[in-house]
């Protein structure tokens, strides 16, 4: 297996703009998890699906933060609109079960 | 305590010095202690996910052992070499959820 894809692996976007990031996990895994990462906050998590349900969104900052999981293999974070404090490292995650994640390579993302 | 905490924040030491660092967590409601290790420009990659308290795990020179009822995890590395430099994350999951809480990290520079 390829392990977590992620893409883009970098995206600068000005402010005000829609921003998708894309997620294919590991086939097979149940759980995929959003995190971001910033020097201030460290690595926090955003949302988690199991079977493609979202289970745990409280971590989404605001309203302009959407995420889907429309099937298994398949996940987009979405900023809409874009600002600049959004710049982070976006990281997708996925488990097979109740236990270690296996985590993307990550998007950097840049909203100027 | 309320959050997952890491110490020390950074560890510089020589090759061939054994090192150790600590991650506190909430001892109520705790499943599992997850420690990932997390190399510059890479994504972390998941080292031991230990539940029981006492349990203690090994992967070459890296051990953890884990106190649940104190709320604490140790990292040791034997005889470090450069190629451990990464940063060193541990991470809570307070109730079966797979929702994990991160500590901030220890930043680990082993110089030749």
């Not at chain 1, 921003?19 to 998590?45: A, N």
């Not at chain 2, 190629?83 to 082993?110: H, M, P, Q, R």
Request: charged share 20%; net charge negative.
């Amino acid at each position: 297996d390829a392990g977590v894809i992620q893409s883009p692996r970098h995206e600068v976007t000005e402010m005000g703009q829609e921003v998708t990031l894309r997620c294919k996990p590991i086939s097979g895994h149940d759980y995929l998890f959003w995190y971001r990462q910033t020097m201030m906050r460290g690595l926090e998590l955003l949302i988690y699906f199991n079977n493609n349900v979202p289970i745990d969104d409280s971590g989404m900052p605001e309203d302009r933060f959407s995420a889907k999981m429309p099937n298994a293999s398949f996940s987009t974070l979405k900023i809409q609109p874009s600002e600049p404090r959004d710049s982070a490292v976006y990281f997708c995650a996925s488990s097979p079960y109740i236990g270690e994640q296996y985590f993307g390579p990550g998007t950097r993302l840049t909203v100027t | 305590i309320l959050n997952v905490e890491q110490s020390p924040q950074s560890l510089h030491v020589q090759e061939g010095d054994s090192t150790n660092f600590t991650c506190s967590f909430p001892s109520s409601n705790f499943y599992a202690l997850h420690w990932y290790r997390w190399e510059t420009a890479k994504s972390p990659e998941a080292l031991f996910v230990m539940t029981l308290n006492g349990d203690e795990k090994k992967k070459g020179r890296i051990s953890a052992t884990l106190n649940t009822k104190e709320g604490y995890s140790y990292l040791y590395i034997k005889g470090s070499q450069p190629e451990d430099s990464a940063t060193y994350l541990c991470a809570s999951d307070g109730g079966a959820t797979n929702k994990l809480i991160f500590g901030t990290g220890t930043l680990l520079a082993v110089q030749p």
